[in-house]
């Protein structure tokens, strides 16, 4: 007699299963396992895609995408299990069993989260792993691409690389970062004055919704596909992949980098970038990054700003544009390198010129170091005598960074309703601050969150206000937060304002809509209902 190899992967599925189930003791997790195998497809064994705390893999599994050694503690609550998805039947399975049997499902595509959102809850829950599902499929004679959730951000860009020299896609600079949180959360990157933001070159998506149904642009509706670009795709379903316009970028472009001390003019000079920067050619993008460096006298402290710029054209053309426009940085042919937009991605990851580009191939090695991040908007230039407060603020909060993005160009063409991403036209720079530590103890952590906590309150008077907003992309749970259970609204409110603006309140009716009951949630997400 005959057995069919279908019979005989559910025969094998379910005795490791069955191992699964022996090892552990938690009644809601044996029912979502013995789940799991009749809600997806016996050709692809969800067994070889499950990890318990029983299994020897479950530690490294977890570990290697989780980003922020924060969340390393022996106190940070882990899953009851990992469900490292390997076909997207396993994702509707993993949606399906966790909601029909009481567990919490966070889901996972690169492990970036500043507040550690996707792999850690306070309820018994399970993380759905989607760095597996990482397949990019590029149509270069349509100028689009699929690229699915687990795809990181580096692959994406290797991957347009070796098949065009003048494709690009506007995304972050980080390269291990994963497509699914990075842009339906309104990732950005230095391509945003010439093309907007990553949301705004999306033209179709698949996800699997709170019923286990996988949908794309035509089945989800408008509404849906509305809120998914830019207002958190875990607040709705799981993202699965992404269909996305690539954009036309030169042959060579030119990068630099300019660094200026407050002993070598640099209030004056980043006085002038904040007149200039939002209102220069969409070709140019110029980053300014003022941190705490050695003053030129033993033992005392400075500021050292850093300005990166992209230039999608040649050096001549960029130093004639800055001689006209941003005199004062003094920018000279010996600051600038031709290279094709790939090369610059490294550029813009610290990395030396020359480096191979199969390092954007790398995947994430595990937490390198502990952090705490916020953000901000500003809409008016700081005065100079305000700049020279928050260098004395900056050197007293040392080892804390910033970055000053500028918007402008394209992204002020877009109207702030088109997405939930709300922060366009009349605003002038992102600002994310950021602080890093090796010190192990909740001691040290408590000592410089307080550090970056000072500094983001002695802003207030430069930033935005009423609402205070913030970019939802560099999470921030000390600008509200809900338990992990539940979404209440007016807490809600709270975040959602400062992160969508008038948008969350559009992001709220579609959340009741599409989970009324709202089984995908997290200490951010949006509520189904307005009370």
Same mark, same amino acid.
């Given at each position: ?18 191992? $699964? ?20 497809? &016996? ?30 503690? &022996? ?21 399906? !069993? ?57 692959? #994406? ?178 600051? !600038? ?26 995947? &994430? ?56 991403? &709300? ?55 000390? #600008?509200? $937060? ?50």
């Amino acid at each position: 007699m005959k057995v069919s190899m279908t019979v005989i992967l559910s025969v094998f599925s379910a005795l490791l299963l069955s191992v $699964s189930l022996a090892a552990n003791s938690d009644p809601s997790l044996d029912k979502f396992l013995q789940c799991l195998p009749d809600n997806s497809l &016996p050709s692809y064994p969800i067994s070889e895609a499950i990890y318990t705390t029983a299994n020897p893999s479950f530690e490294s599994v977890l570990l290697t995408y989780i980003n922020n050694r924060r969340f390393l503690t &022996p106190t940070t609550p882990k899953p009851l299990a990992i469900v490292t998805a390997l076909h997207e039947s396993h994702v509707q399975a993993t949606v399906v !069993c966790a909601k029909s049997h009481g567990l919490q499902v966070r889901i996972r595509s690169g492990g970036h989260d500043y507040e550690g959102l996707s792999y850690v809850s306070e309820v018994p829950f399970v993380i759905l792993d989607m760095f597996n599902l990482r397949s990019i499929d590029i149509d270069l004679a349509s100028e689009t691409a699929w690229i699915q959730a687990g795809a990181t951000l580096g692959e #994406i860009y290797y991957n347009i690389a070796n098949r065009s020299n003048v494709h690009a896609f506007p995304a972050g600079v980080c390269p291990t970062v994963g497509a699914g949180g990075h842009i339906s959360g309104g990732g950005y990157g230095t391509l945003m004055r010439k093309y907007g933001l990553s949301v705004d070159n999306v033209i179709d998506a698949k996800v699997v919704d709170v019923n286990g149904n996988i949908l794309d642009r035509q089945t989800m509706g408008e509404d849906l596909f509305w809120a998914i670009r830019g207002g958190g795709g875990a607040s709705f379903g799981v993202i699965l992949s992404w269909k996305i316009n690539l954009v036309r970028v030169p042959a060579k472009v030119t990068v630099f980098k300019v660094d200026r001390t407050l002993e070598e003019g640099a209030t004056d000079i980043f006085y002038q970038w904040q007149q200039v920067s939002t209102e220069l050619d969409k070709e140019l993008f110029i980053r300014a990054m003022p941190q705490v460096a050695n003053g030129s006298v033993e033992g005392t402290k400075t500021i050292r700003i850093s300005f990166y710029g992209l230039f999608l054209g040649q050096s001549g053309a960029l130093i004639s544009m800055m001689n006209k426009r941003f005199p004062k940085l003094g920018l000279q042919q010996s600051d !600038c390198i031709e290279m094709r937009w790939i090369e610059s991605t490294l550029f813009w990851f610290d990395l030396p010129n020359g480096t191979s580009i199969d390092v954007l191939l790398n995947r &994430p090695r595990g937490a390198q170091s502990f952090y705490k991040n916020k953000s901000d908007y500003v809409n008016h230039i700081v005065p100079k005598e305000a700049l020279e407060r928050i260098w004395k603020m900056m050197i007293k909060a040392e080892p804390m960074w910033m970055q000053w993005n500028p918007i402008g160009g394209r992204m002020s063409e877009i109207p702030d309703t088109a997405t939930p991403f &709300p922060h366009r036209a009349g605003y002038l720079f992102k600002l994310q601050y950021s602080i890093n530590w090796s010190e192990e103890g909740i001691e040290a952590t408590d000592r410089y969150i307080s550090l970056i906590r000072e500094m983001h309150d002695a802003m207030a008077p430069y930033v935005t206000k009423f609402p205070r907003e913030a970019f939802q992309n560099y999470r921030d749970l000390d #600008i509200g $937060s809900s338990p992990s259970n539940q979404t209440n609204f007016e807490e809600a409110k709270e975040y959602g304002l400062k992160y969508f603006k008038g948008n969350f309140l559009r992001l709220v009716k579609v959340k009741g809509m599409v989970d009324p009951d709202n089984f995908f949630k997290h200490e951010q997400s949006i509520p189904p209902r307005w009370a």
